[in-house]
T-cell receptor, first 112, second 113 residues
Framework: KQEVTQIPAALSVPEGENLVLNCSFT??????LQWFRQDPGKGLTSLLL?????REQTSGRLNASLDKSSGRSTLYIAASQPGDSATYLC???????????FGQGTRLTINP | DTAVSQTPKYLVTQMGNDKSIKCEQN?????MYWYKQDSKKFLKIMFS???????INETVPNRFSPKSPDKAHLNLHINSLELGDSAVYFC????????????FGPGTRLTVT
């Protein structure tokens, strides 16, 4: 079964710290992996999209890596700010399926 | 300009009623999707349309019927609403194919009482 898992479910860190969010998936045959941010009561904002042929993508303070062989992706957030507080979702498009399979998300809290 | 929009944002209704949620995208995308986010915040695909044709139907009760009048619109009609239908429904769109980023609407929070 094609599944995506995010651990931990919640993370709380002081402002200014660098942090890593984890995502794992059960099948290495993927088309791409997408990281989203969801604020409470809001929709999803796409942060980064990594194609299966890529190893990482960067946008500002965010860096996402992809290791297909181990079925893992990480989202690195540098110099965290209170405004980074949100739920971060990882989603994978597995080969043979034109749909996103989501993880449960990691709820991130940055404490001032 | 809003890329993917949904109406209404909130919908409160009683069991047994029929309701519709509308979605529109102005990104020129060929593919549109409906996702459901349950009370545990887990997001799961329901339907996908490509150029007005249904391509994914993920074991959704037939009380749910998507309709795509054109490739910029994908509406979701729900018959005989049940308590378990309460959730947030998200519309999304992307270019055709599997390598493209999906863009999500703001969601519609449906509460069935």
């Amino acid at each position: 079964k094609q599944e995506v898992t995010q651990i931990p479910a919640a993370l709380s860190v002081p402002e200014g710290e660098n942090l890593v969010l984890n995502c794992s998936f059960t099948d290495s045959a993927i088309y791409n992996l997408q990281w989203f941010r969801q604020d409470p009561g809001k929709g999803l904002t796409s942060l980064l999209l990594i194609q299966s042929s890529q190893r990482e993508q960067t946008s500002g303070r965010l860096n996402a890596s992809l290791d297909k062989s181990s079925g893992r992706s990480t989202l690195y957030i540098a110099a965290s700010q209170p405004g980074d507080s949100a739920t971060y979702l990882c989603a994978v498009t597995f080969q043979g399926a034109q749909k996103l399979v989501f993880g449960q998300g990691t709820r991130l809290t940055i404490n001032p | 300009d809003t890329a993917v929009s949904q109406t209404p944002k909130y919908l409160v209704t009683q069991m047994g009623n029929d309701k519709s949620i509308k979605c529109e995208q102005n990104l020129g995308h060929d593919t549109m999707y409906w996702y459901k986010q349950d009370s545990k915040k887990f997001l799961k695909i329901m339907f996908s349309y490509n150029n007005k044709e249904l391509i994914i139907n993920e074991t959704v009760p037939n009380r749910f019927s998507p309709k795509s009048p054109d490739k910029a619109h994908l509406n979701l009609h729900i018959n005989s609403l049940e308590l378990g239908d309460s959730a947030v429904y998200f519309c999304a769109s992307s270019r055709q194919g599997t390598g493209y980023e999906q863009y999500f609407g703001p969601g519609t929070r449906l509460t069935v009482t």
